[in-house]
């Protein structure tokens, strides 16, 4: 039986989650989100919590336990509070910039790199090279980061490129030059 599994899913004030035979959706202040599950798994709504049980004793049963749990708290948090990432840009005349739906990023590449932004997320750039990336789906979010961030990874001599802002980059001493 999962851990993570056994607690319930707090339904937060102004949040209301439906269920319907493989599909739960969930409906906040921010938006709404919807989630197929599998029959591995049996979710109810009790007293303002939701509550997931695995349909049988298989190992795959306990596995999505624990899975449709998280992602239902996930879903829940999305559309009460909604998730963010932050980015940072080190580098000398590397930028970022929002132009419309389009992310410009000058990266130290010969010509810019235009990333557009996925439906259902904000972008916030400002000038001393922060990304902020905001949503209600906190798997969008990660994503997107994830592929600004591949652009230029920071390397570990003088840290220039794109790091995420808890991120520490572990520095390397270059070469010293002694015969």
Do not use: C
Not at 17 to 41: F, H, M, R, W
Not at 79 to 86: D, E, L
Not at 89 to 115: F, K, M, P, T, W
């Amino acid at each position: 039986m999962s851990r993570i599994g056994k607690v319930p899913v707090p339904v937060l004030a102004g949040v209301k989650v439906s269920i319907a035979p493989s599909v739960i959706t969930v409906e906040g202040p921010k938006g709404k989100l919807t989630q197929d599950y599998s029959n591995l798994v049996k979710i109810e709504v009790k007293d303002n919590e939701v509550l997931v049980s695995p349909s049988n004793e298989s190992k795959a049963a306990s596995a999505a336990h624990g899975l449709y749990r998280s992602l239902i708290n996930n879903m829940v948090i999305g559309v009460s509070t909604g998730f963010s990432k932050s980015l940072i840009i080190n580098g000398v005349g590397y930028r970022a910039e929002v132009q419309g739906n389009l992310l410009v990023l000058n990266l130290g590449y010969s010509s810019d790199y235009v990333a557009v932004i996925p439906e259902g997320l904000t972008v916030t750039a400002d000038n001393q090279g922060k990304i902020t990336i905001a949503g209600i789906d906190k798997q969008r979010v990660g994503e997107y980061a994830a592929q600004i961030r591949k652009l230029r990874k920071p390397e570990p001599y003088k840290g220039k490129g794109v790091r995420y802002e808890t991120e520490t980059i572990k520095r390397k001493v270059g070469k010293s030059g002694v015969k």
